[in-house]
């Protein structure tokens, strides 16, 4: 798990004037000061003013921020975070229908009136949970109504369709509603009905059109319907992230990516560079192809790739000695599960991954450094027992190991046990007293834990501390990148774009620094040319960077240009690195497509940027 590296997930969303709306890593997380609504929104929401921000690691998970409840009269009655339990429609006749008063005469009731009669009479049967009376009821209305009485005709077939529904009877409900619909197009009581009735029938697809449509006509203000299209985006997703990954092409991310995951460990054998006596005299002779090795081995010929950037080579090179059953099998074991992570394929990983753990003779480092990966597997996979089993088991085997204790901090900031990820870092320090990613890490869980505290004294010491580690550690650019996502937290901005500033004067290859000071250019000055520049400059720098496809399309759906913002996701997905970020982008994508199927259905044409 590279997650010693600055986030791969941006803070995005749409928000209103007075707060702000964030998005994380899969699901509902955002970073520290974004309020926290589900990430779905990003791709939906119109008609509000746009915050976008860097966010933290995508380690942390955030609430999802609870609207207030507040009434707001529609077309179909609907009000905020309340669902109407009874159907419409007054008690009685409307004014001036049935006969005058004072005449004494009894006129003979109008077709509508007599419908309206019949409804209200279903109205009682529906209170009394009579249904099947009310059903009846109201199948009298529609036949008594007037056809050209659009707006009382789709009442009465969105109250047959209530009636329906406290019978489950779902494949009725999504009829009436349709019916309702169809005279009132915007009739957002039986959109949602519909929507509800399309889950129940597992009509995955029809559901998310309407609840869409809900979300955008309501002005995403009901918790309600915000709730149910967050869940069928997140069980869209899951659908087809399971399918596209098990058929995937295994792709090998870009240099930089495995660069920076190689740094987050420092008692790893096998990223350590061969020493000397592995490799012959002549070494390198041809630049750009492997030097010979002194043994017969494919595992240090393995190696001698990794030292350059060969990496396409390596998991080939690593099965010849494990088949060979050669000196470096248990290390050959760990370096091809270790790509075989990089590239994406957390099943052929594991079963080397357990062989070197069960290998009671191999070097002890080997065997926690399987652990760790195997542990940091099982996170992703959202298996946080069997990652915490993991964890300890490498600590109680390997206690001097400073990687274990700093990557179970960040398993800790993932779970929202910051006290013990800090005690984590604490000993990784202790163990490596030089080791500059933790102690900016370190900082960064302090800083956490101070703002949802909403501790100002507490937080400006973790800022004092982001302070040191930079004066400390002047070469460590995570400890610039961390700093300036609490910078932008905090609103200092022009600080926050100077730290990036030399983040990239210390790594010009991470294309993620340059995503995360374009966001901050759209946060900070609504600059939204010089966000895009730099968005596209990382994709430039890195084109299998994922974070700056999925930003891009983020960005793009809040421009209005929907098929371009489809294009960049699929891009992103066809990158994802994991199943969990790929069901994420995947419900970015869906939700993007909702939107333009929405908006062509309805002839909404929503504000863009």
């Known amino acids: 798990m590279a997650a010693s590296k600055p986030v791969e997930a941006a803070v995005v969303a749409a928000a209103a004037p007075s707060s702000g709306s964030g998005v994380g890593g899969g699901g509902a997380t955002a970073g520290p000061g974004t309020g926290g609504l589900p990430r779905w929104q990003l791709a939906l ?13 995508y380690l942390w998970s955030r609430q999802r921020r609870r609207r207030e409840a507040g009434g707001r009269g529609d077309a179909g009655g609907l009000k905020r975070n309340s669902e109407r339990k009874t159907p419409e429609g007054r008690a009685s006749p409307a004014p001036g229908s049935g006969h005058p008063e004072g005449t004494g005469a009894h006129l003979e009731m109008n077709s509508l009136d007599r419908a309206q009669a019949a409804k209200n009479k279903g109205n009682k049967y529906f209170k009394a949970g009579k249904y099947e009376q009310a059903i009846q009821c109201y199948t009298e209305a529609i036949s008594l109504c007037p056809i050209e009485k659009n707006a009382d ?46 889950e129940k029938l597992d009509n995955k697809k029809e559901c998310l059109e309407d609840v869409t449509a809900v979300c955008i006509l309501e002005g995403f203000q009901n918790q309600q319907s915000m709730l149910l299209a967050d869940k069928v985006l997140k069980l869209l997703g899951k659908e087809k992230a399971k399918e596209k990954y098990k058929n995937r092409e ?22 350590q560079p061969m020493l000397k006596g592995e490799k012959s005299d002549e070494d390198k002779d041809k630049e750009g192809e492997a030097s010979e090795v002194k043994e017969n081995s494919g595992y240090l010929r393995a190696k001698q790739y990794m030292e350059e950037e060969n990496y396409d080579k390596i998991i080939s090179e690593c099965s010849k ?15 091809r599960a270790t790509f075989y992570l990089l590239i994406g394929n957390a099943n052929a990983a594991k079963p080397d991954l357990d062989q070197v753990i069960s290998l009671k003779e191999a070097n002890v480092k080997l065997r926690a450094n399987a652990l760790i990966k195997r542990g940091s597997m099982y996170m992703q996979q959202q298996q946080p027992l069997l990652s915490t089993q993991d964890f300890n088991m490498a600590a109680d085997i390997d206690p001097q190991n400073a990687d ?3 990557h179970r901090g960040q398993l800790k900031i993932l779970l929202d046990q910051v006290e013990e990820a800090v005690a984590d870092f604490d000993e990784c320090i202790r163990l490596r007293p030089e080791s500059a990613l933790a102690q900016a890490q370190k900082c960064f869980a302090l800083y956490r ?37 609490a910078l932008t937290d905090q609103q200092q901005f022009g600080k926050a774009d100077d730290m990036y500033d030399k983040c990239i004067d210390l790594e010009p290859d991470n294309a993620t620094t340059y995503v995360h000071k374009g966001l901050l250019q759209l946060q900070w000055k609504q600059d939204l040319d010089r966000g895009l520049e730099l968005i596209s400059k990382a994709i430039e720098i890195d084109n299998k960077c994922d974070f700056a496809y999925e930003t891009m399309g983020t960005i793009e759906v809040q ?3 929907m098929e371009k913002a489809i294009d960049m996701f699929n891009k992103a997905i ?20 909702a939107q333009t199927e929405v908006a062509k259905k309805y002839g909404l044409k929503p504000p863009t940027l």
Request: glycine share 6%; with cysteine; net charge positive.
């Open 404 to 406: 274990v204790y700093h």
């Open 250 to 271: 295994p792709l090998m991310p870009s240099p930089q990516f495995i660069k920076s995951y190689f740094s987050s460990f420092t008692d790893d054998i096998i990223s």
């Open 449 to 485: 834990q101070a703002y949802t505290g909403n501790n100002s004294s507490q937080i400006q010491a973790a800022m004092k501390g982001f302070e040191e580690v930079i004066k400390k550690f002047p070469r460590c650019a995570e400890g610039y990148a961390l700093y300036a996502q």
């Open 153 to 198: 005709l789709s009442t009465f077939y969105q109250n047959r369709a209530a009636a329906f529904e406290q019978l489950q009877k779902w494949k009725e409900v999504a009829q009436d509603c349709t019916k309702a619909v169809e005279l009132n197009p915007k009739y957002v009581k039986a959109l949602f009905r519909r929507a509800k009735a399309h």
């Open 574 to 593: 066809n990158l994802a690195k994991s199943e969990m970020e790929m069901a994420h982008l995947y419900s970015l994508c869906d939700a993007a497509h």
């Open 321 to 335: 000695e494990i088949d060979a059953q050669g000196k470096y099998m248990a290390e050959a074991l760990l370096l």
């Open 559 to 561: 421009r209005g240009n």
């Open 45 to 57: 929401a119109v008609g509000a003013p746009l915050l976008l921000g860097a966010g933290a690691m």
